[in-house]
């Protein structure tokens, strides 16, 4: 089992360019969550999922929008990158709500 | 979102005890969660408490939970270079949400 990958795993932007992060897992997990860590500053939640097919705003949302078209995939799509934007990007996945919480390697995004 | 605390840093010598202290600020935490995460790699769970213990001991890895004072500590007991790493304290508040302190960046010297 790969667990959960995420790809790429760097990339760089130009403001208001767009791109899309990509998360998978084979562990069957019902939840999906994707987190931006900064320095200084705990993981923050900016999406989840709780199922295929459905997607709820974390702490903060504002910027970012996802999909969950397939139980394995989580995607988080940046429409206009904006240097506040620039962080590290982790993807999350758990079997239920209270379950542990699998992470991905991360995603580092660096927007000019 | 909940204020999750913790200090920035923490060096040790190798063999000795490190202790990781955290703050939360809601009461109704229900899990409270410690999470390594090692030199470009994700997080990874280390050790978890629930509310309702006031300890939680997994060999090297000792919990303490004061609820009152809604302060929790991750001790490591001889601690070697291999735990060098980041650690976050977590607090599960409501049903999906985790909320993450800042991390403590744990530094063991040979």
């Known amino acids: 089992n790969a667990g959960v990958t995420q790809t790429p795993k760097f990339r760089v932007l130009k403001t208001g360019q767009s791109m899309t992060l990509l998360c998978a897992q084979d562990?069957?997990?019902?939840?999906m969550y994707w987190y931006r860590q900064d320095p200084g500053m705990g993981l923050r939640l900016i999406h989840y999922?709780?199922?295929?097919?459905?997607?709820a705003k974390g702490e903060v949302p504002d910027g970012y929008n996802v999909s969950r078209l397939k139980k394995q995939n989580f995607l988080l799509g940046l429409e206009s990158a904006a240097p506040s934007q620039t962080s590290v990007y982790f993807c999350?996945?758990?079997?239920?709500?209270?379950?542990?919480?699998?992470f991905g390697p991360g995603t580092r995004l660096t927007v000019l | 979102g909940e204020d999750v605390e913790q200090s920035l840093f923490l060096s040790v010598r190798e063999g000795d005890s490190s202790v990781i202290n955290c703050t939360y600020t809601?009461?109704?935490?229900?899990?409270l969660y410690w999470y390594k995460q090692e030199p470009g790699a994700g997080l990874q769970l280390l050790t978890y408490i629930f509310s309702n213990m006031d300890m939680k001991q997994d060999q090297r890895l000792t919990v303490l939970l004061n609820k009152k004072d809604k302060h929790l500590s991750l001790r490591i007991a001889d601690t070697q270079t291999g735990d060098s790493a980041i650690y976050f304290c977590?607090?599960?508040?409501?049903?999906?949400?985790?909320?993450f302190g800042t991390g403590t960046r744990l530094t063991v010297i040979p």
């Open positions: 999350a996945s758990s079997w239920l709500a209270a379950s542990e919480q699998f």
């Open positions: 809601d009461s109704s935490s229900t899990y």
């Open positions: 562990m069957n997990h019902e939840y």
């Open positions: 977590a607090e599960r508040a409501g049903a999906n949400n985790l909320f």
């Open positions: 999922s709780v199922g295929e097919g459905t997607t």
